[in-house]
C-alpha cells in the first residue's frame, strides 16, 4: 500500500492520559499536515511540516500538543493530560512538491476516545 | 466570517438527478481549491482539483468563480453510491489548506 498510513486506527484512553499517533506519508511527499476533525464539521488544521521542519503550528494547539518529524519522514502527533474535548479524528495528510498548488491525500485517520 | 462556508445540506435527491453545491470562500488571495468525498467515518478523498476556471471528470463538474469567489460541484444522473459528505477545500497563504464543514448528499432510491 502506498498511500498515507496512520497508527492506532482508533485509541481509547482515559482523562488524563498521554496518547502518541503515527502518521506514514507518501514515500515522496515531503509536506505533512495534520489536521483534527468533529461530528459535523470539516478537517481543522492542526500543524504543518515541510521536511523536518514545523513551519506554523495551529493556536488550536494548546501546550498539551507536539508534533514531530524528526528525520522528514513518519511524524508522531502527541496528546499529554488528554482532556474529553480531545476526542476527536485525528487525520494526516501529505502532499508532494516545492509548489504551493497541489492535492493533499488523507490517511485513514485514528479517531479518539478520550473517557 | 469562516474562510470557506458550505451549505452542510442535506440534500435528498431521487436517483438520476442532478445536483449542485457551492462553496464560497472569503480570501481573495487563494489560489487553488479542491472537492473531497467524504464517507461516513472514513477520510476525505480527493474527487476533484480547480486551479482555474473549472475541470471535468465524467458526471462531475467544478467550476471557479473568482468575481464571485465561489466554487461549484455538479454531479449529474446521481447514483446511490454518490451519498456521501462533499467537503471544499481552498488554500491560504502558500501552503495552508482551509475546509468547509462539508455538504451531504443522500440519493435516494
Known amino acids: 500500500d502506498t498511500g498515507v498510513s496512520q497508527d492506532p486506527r482508533h485509541k481509547i484512553t482515559k482523562r488524563g492520559q498521554n496518547v502518541t499517533f503515527r502518521c506514514d506519508p507518501i514515500?515522496?511527499?515531503?509536506?505533512l499536515y495534520w489536521y483534527r476533525q468533529t461530528l459535523g464539521q470539516g478537517p481543522e488544521f492542526l500543524t504543518y511540516?515541510?521536511?523536518?521542519?514545523?513551519?506554523?503550528k495551529s493556536r488550536l494547539l494548546s501546550d498539551r500538543f507536539s508534533a514531530e518529524r524528526p528525520k522528514g519522514s513518519f511524524s508522531t502527533l502527541e496528546i499529554q493530560r488528554t482532556e474529553q474535548g480531545d476526542s476527536a479524528m485525528y487525520l494526516c495528510?501529505?502532499?508532494?512538491?516545492?509548489?504551493?498548488?497541489?492535492?493533499?491525500?488523507f490517511g485513514p485517520g485514528t479517531r479518539l476516545t478520550v473517557l | 466570517r469562516k474562510e470557506v462556508e458550505q451549505d452542510p445540506g442535506p440534500f435528498n435527491v431521487p436517483e438520476g438527478a442532478t445536483v449542485a453545491f457551492n462553496c464560497t470562500y472569503s480570501?481573495?488571495?487563494?489560489?487553488?481549491f479542491f472537492w473531497y468525498r467524504q464517507d461516513c467515518r472514513k477520510e476525505p478523498k480527493l474527487l476533484m482539483s480547480?486551479?482555474?476556471s473549472g475541470n471535468e471528470d465524467g458526471r462531475f463538474t467544478a467550476q471557479l468563480n473568482r468575481a464571485s469567489q465561489y466554487i461549484s460541484l455538479l454531479i449529474r444522473d446521481s447514483k446511490l453510491s454518490d451519498s456521501a459528505t462533499y467537503l471544499c477545500?481552498?488554500?491560504?497563504?502558500?501552503?495552508?489548506?482551509?475546509f468547509g464543514t462539508g455538504t451531504r448528499l443522500k440519493v435516494l432510491a
Open positions: 495528510a501529505s502532499r508532494a512538491g516545492l509548489a504551493d498548488e497541489g492535492e493533499q491525500f
Open positions: 514515500s515522496e511527499h515531503n509536506r
Open positions: 511540516f515541510q521536511n523536518e521542519a514545523q513551519l506554523e
Open positions: 480570501n481573495s488571495a487563494s489560489q487553488s
Open positions: 480547480v486551479y482555474s
Open positions: 477545500a481552498g488554500t491560504s497563504g502558500t501552503y495552508k489548506y482551509i
